[in-house]
């Protein structure tokens, strides 16, 4: 009998081209250790793998990536920043998209500077990292993302020509040191840019051009849609950048792309610049809170920990304190939009108006906007939500229902606080740490907005009740409900109370008609007749209410006879499912197959004639379904927001400007 061996070298025969997953974690090692040169040095950065892997790098689209060239304009001092987009001339691909071109006209580049603004880390804002630019990644990251060659044309004064520099990644397929190609002088402009200057009479004595070239991975390859992707979200992520009034403005400059000045676009629409602003007065947005934290970031020796704490005296800001990283002020503002300021566009509608636009502005935004440096980063809608959190101080935050669109929060912060904020070095997100959102409770924000979600959700529930009168309910049932009324009547027996739950449905009974007797000032017998018809008429009712620890749904007896079945809004089913279904194309014959699911499920609880199956049913929507189906719908967020996402259509408000559910 042999003895195994330990240690024994695999074999490495026809590993060469075989799949990764037939060979041993040794023999994949192996594999890829061969494809080394023998004068190998092992280089920090290994240039073919390191370049594959920057470009699948997540910027979301092709704004996101553009961003980091227009924020290096910005940052340089440029007044003007044109975007000009290179067509195709003939062909399958006539009409799109084959060259981008950010020109501005800032002070330029020398030419060593611009061959090391090409290499990741080669910025020159390291030390002074109190605008926009710090990290030195943005020219290279974001232009590999979107294509493969890139070239950056630049000159400090007319009286020289243009110096070019470029990185096309596919010169770059060796392991090992590689290095940026040395800059080529006097070169002239691509023919597309020198018509565009011409054109504009722009004369361009000073400045950088950054071309992108047959761009592969554009979000849209058509020039009326990609321009118009650029202006919506340069619109918004530059607006106090771009405002013209100087109580707003920050800087000085103006962003045109393809001929088209971009406008400011605030999404709280309290910039009077901003595109659909109205003064409040006119029943614009008004200002409903806002508020400055002075804030310290301090380390603790002793144990390594960061925390964030509140400047509570003047005193605490002492910039030789050794412990102390950075001061800044946090300002939460927080906007509050009227009835009728925001609304769906319903498909029948044939005019577009402001309020529409304005919708879809909030349709992407609806959260909290953060805003570095005048410079927005990321509207995040991830308030801490579990149940631990506020047990741990980080707030109670309401749930983002259809009512947040009809509010919003704002953080402004400087670029000295970045750690606070967790800014990544492509300036697309932010990850709060914990401290921020304990401050935020310790001032009260979180019963802030729930203020603004409960005042919303008063005002549109009075507006409601106004419709209503107890004699004359005119609510017609949904095609859900008659379906199931429909249903019952097809089987010839109604659904029957069980008989230990007929004492409790009838008490409740009572006391409503009691207190719609007095609301009303009607007899009592005429509100117990209205209620009674109303009850027989529509036997099934889907009714909504918010409770924040409560399962996606529940069950109940309404009026003698009437199923309700209660649909949770503080539930990521109906925040991140139900209310959604209706803004989809065919989505009412979907939200009626599931009030039908729903209604159908309530019928079977209700019903049971055994109080332990009863029971069971209540324990299995509670402590089974409900949490797994949160949980479920988290994971299912986390894979959104890492992966291509395709925005719905517009959601259906009815004719009071609530969202049709």
């Not at 889907?542 to 003698?560: A, L, N, Q, R, T």
Request: aromatic share 8%.
């Amino acid at each position: 009998m042999k003895t195994p061996t330990c240690g024994k070298k695999p074999s490495t025969t026809g590993s060469k081209n075989m799949d990764d997953r037939l060979l041993t974690e040794i023999e994949r090692q192996r594999k890829y250790l061969n494809r080394l040169p023998s004068d190998f040095t092992y280089p920090l950065f290994n240039a073919k793998q390191a370049i594959q892997s920057q470009r699948a790098s997540g910027y979301r689209d092709t704004a996101s990536a553009g961003r980091e060239i227009v924020d290096n304009a910005i940052e340089a001092g440029a007044h003007q920043i044109h975007i000009v987009l290179d067509t195709e001339k003939e062909g399958n691909l006539k009409g799109s998209v084959r060259a981008v071109a950010f020109i501005d006209d800032g002070p330029g580049m020398l030419p060593q500077m611009a061959r090391y603004a090409m290499s990741w880390g080669g910025g020159s804002h390291f030390d002074d990292p109190s605008f926009i630019g710090r990290f030195g990644f943005g020219l290279p990251n974001a232009s590999i993302n979107q294509t493969k060659t890139t070239a950056v044309y630049t000159r400090t004064d007319g009286q020289n020509g243009f110096t070019k520099v470029w990185l096309n990644i596919d010169d770059y397929n060796e392991y090992g040191m590689q290095t940026i190609h040395e800059p080529e002088e006097d070169v002239e402009l691509p023919k597309f840019v020198q018509s565009y200057l011409s054109r504009n009479h722009i004369t361009l004595n000073h400045g950088t051009v950054v071309v992108w070239d047959k761009p592969d991975r554009l979000s849209f390859r058509k020039v009326a849609s990609l321009k118009e992707h650029l202006i919506n979200d340069f619109g918004v992520t530059y607006r106090y950048l771009l405002a013209t009034d100087k109580r707003d403005r920050l800087n000085d400059f103006e962003l045109i792309i393809e001929g088209t000045r971009v406008s400011p676009v605030d999404p709280l629409f309290l910039l009077p610049e901003g595109r659909y602003y109205l003064p409040e007065e006119d029943g614009g947005a008004h200002l409903a809170y806002e508020h400055s934290i002075p804030v310290k970031y301090v380390r603790n020796h002793e144990s390594g920990e960061r925390h964030l704490r509140r400047v509570e005296e003047l005193s605490e800001i002492d910039r030789s304190d050794d412990e102390a990283i950075a001061f800044g002020i946090i300002l939460v503002k927080v906007s509050r939009f009227p009835h009728n300021f925001i609304q769906g566009r319903n498909v029948k509608d044939k005019d577009i108006t402001d309020a529409n636009r304005r919708f879809e502005i909030r349709k992407t935004r609806r959260g909290m906007s953060f805003v570095r440096a005048g410079r927005e980063i990321q509207t995040f809608d991830a308030f801490p939500r579990k149940s631990k959190d506020e047990g741990e101080g980080l707030g109670s935050w309401p749930a983002l229902l259809a009512y947040a669109y009809h509010w919003g929060i704002q953080i402004d912060f400087q670029p000295e606080l970045d750690d606070v904020f967790g800014i990544t070095n492509d300036k697309q997100s932010v990850r709060p740490t914990e401290d921020f959102w304990r401050i935020l409770a310790e001032e009260n924000i979180d019963d802030v907005l729930r203020a603004q979600q409960s005042k919303l959700q008063d005002e549109a529930d009075m507006r409601r009740r106004i419709q209503l009168d107890i004699s004359t309910i005119s609510l017609r049932p949904t095609r859900a409900e008659e379906a199931a009324r429909d249903a019952d009547a097809a089987e010839g027996r109604p659904p029957q109370i069980p008989q230990y739950e007929r004492d409790t449905v009838r008490d409740r009974f009572d006391a409503r008609v009691s207190k719609e007797a007095e609301r009303t000032q009607k007899p009592l017998e005429e509100v117990r007749q209205a209620l009674l018809a109303e009850a027989k008429r529509k036997p099934y009712q889907i009714v909504y209410e918010d409770s924040k620890h409560g399962p996606f749904y529940e069950p109940e007896w309404g009026d003698p006879g009437q199923i309700h079945v209660k649909l949770n809004r503080s539930h990521p089913f109906y925040a991140e499912i139900y209310s959604k279904i209706v803004s989809l194309n065919g989505g009412d014959e979907i939200k009626d197959g599931i009030d039908i699911l729903l209604l159908t499920l309530a019928r079977a609880e209700l019903t049971s004639e055994d109080k332990d199956m009863r029971d069971w049913y209540e324990a299995q929507r509670e402590d089974r379904w409900s949490p797994y189906l949160k949980r479920a719908i988290k994971n299912l967020q986390q894979r959104r927001q890492h992966g291509t996402t395709t925005e719905g259509q517009n959601e259906s408000l009815d004719e009071n400007g609530e969202v049709v559910i």
